[in-house]
């Protein structure tokens, strides 16, 4: 079942400049210019610990604050050769696995390990990241954190929203946030405030999956990747906050989450174009759809399984369309037949009586509500069921919902 969510504070603005506001097109899944290929780019972030704390300054450490006064005559002159490509870097990426960690000393430099932040070690992959400029990746500084044009701070391990040809903006002026690209910032360089790169790994919406949306996605459900790019940080819109669903019905998970939060169940590997196993209930053996309610056997002896709420409604919809509605034409269906059927050139098409009259389908014919109590040993679930035929419209009566396995009344 779909527990409740909560949203947590906003991390607070630095002193940061903000880097120079450009919306640009990041797209992990076209050809463009603006975007690499799934293979030469794929790559996952470090581990949850890191995000959730980033490394604070340390004496000698590499990492600190962007400030202006870092612009200095050779930072000029690097930020006038990364002006010459609209894309400076890229990245190649592989599987993590002993037989290819077994490399030469010259090219082992070049390859780094990155641990998937969100824990999931199916997504580990080595890396190099590749210059199309005279300037390497590591000759630019390092930062733990940016600040966009409005003042909002992105740090490192920040969920954050990336522009592209697709992004919308609503009535009232802000960001569309359900049409931008979602993403894990895992490193941020820059050579100045106008020139700031943000290394990423991507959180794909189901509509940039392999087959697209199904019907276990929810609204707000993303999928985790280790398809890495870098971006510039103009094309970063802000950041969100994505939380992680549990798989196992039983467990509470995070108790603030809300019907609006982005969160994520599932990933995708995209050096074996793999995506990971979701556990599958009821009697229709599918994924679970986290938008949709999800009720439990009482017997907690034999049987005690899931059952999906769209699963319990079409039965009970059958189950009333074979009770009641016999070999009988309908209003509906006389008019239908009148006009000629609704068939291509007049033939009859669809369920039909003896007498060759369409039948109304059980979804048409039924409406059938679910009543479950919002906690454990308030009472049994019910269903009332409500005729839609005409000429019994108004007719309704209420049935215990049952086990569509064991037949059991659900408490």
Not at 52 to 74: K, V
Not at 108 to 122: D, L, M, Q, T, Y
């Amino acid at each position: 079942m779909r527990t409740k969510r909560t949203t947590g504070p906003d991390t607070p603005a630095t002193s940061t400049p903000p880097a120079k506001r450009r919306r640009t097109s990041a797209n992990p899944h076209t050809s463009s210019s603006a975007t690499r290929s799934v293979k030469e780019e794929a790559l996952a972030p470090p581990t949850t610990q890191e995000a959730q704390a980033p490394p604070q300054r340390q004496p000698n450490s590499e990492s600190r604050d962007l400030h202006s006064e870092d612009i200095t005559p050779s930072t000029a002159e690097i930020a006038r050769l990364l002006d010459r490509t609209e894309n400076p870097f890229t990245v190649k990426s592989q599987s993590l696995n002993k037989k290819k960690r077994r490399r030469s000393s010259t090219s082992a430099v070049e390859w780094h390990e990155e641990r998937n932040i969100f824990g999931e070690k199916s997504l580990d992959l080595q890396y190099k990241i590749v210059s199309h400029t005279k300037v390497p990746w590591g000759r630019l500084k390092k930062y733990k954190r940016f600040t966009l044009g409005e003042g909002e701070t992105i740090q490192i391990g920040d969920c954050i929203l990336v522009a592209n040809a697709d992004s919308q903006t609503l009535d009232d002026g802000e960001i569309d946030v359900f049409s931008q690209w979602k993403a894990q910032a895992l490193e941020i360089r820059a050579a100045d405030p106008a020139h700031v790169y943000v290394r990423i790994v991507y959180l794909n919406r189901p509509e940039d999956l392999p087959g697209g949306r199904k019907d276990y996605h929810g609204r707000y459900e993303l999928v985790v990747t280790n398809y890495m790019t870098i971006i510039d940080a103009t094309t970063v819109n802000g950041k969100l906050e994505v939380k992680r669903w549990p798989e196992d019905p039983s467990e509470t998970g995070d108790a603030s989450l809300l019907e609006d939060d982005y969160f994520w169940r599932q990933t995708l590997n995209v050096d074996t174009n793999t995506l990971s196993e979701l556990t599958k209930h009821c009697i229709d053996n599918a994924p679970h759809n986290p938008d949709e309610l999800l009720l439990q056997c009482s017997d907690t002896v034999n049987c005690r399984k899931w059952l999906h709420m769209r699963c319990i409604v079409e039965d009970a919809a059958e189950r009333a369309y074979k009770k009641y509605v016999r070999d009988e034409p309908t209003a509906v269906a006389e008019e239908e037949e009148e006009e000629g059927g609704g068939g291509v050139d007049g033939k009859k098409k669809g369920p039909r009586n003896s007498n060759g009259v369409p039948r109304l389908k059980a979804s048409e014919a039924f409406d059938v509500n679910v009543q479950a109590p919002s906690r454990e040993g308030e009472g049994r679930s019910t269903i009332t069921i409500s005729d839609r035929r005409p000429g019994r419209k108004g007719r309704k009566w209420v049935e215990d919902v049952k086990c569509l396995f064991c037949g059991i009344p659900i408490d």
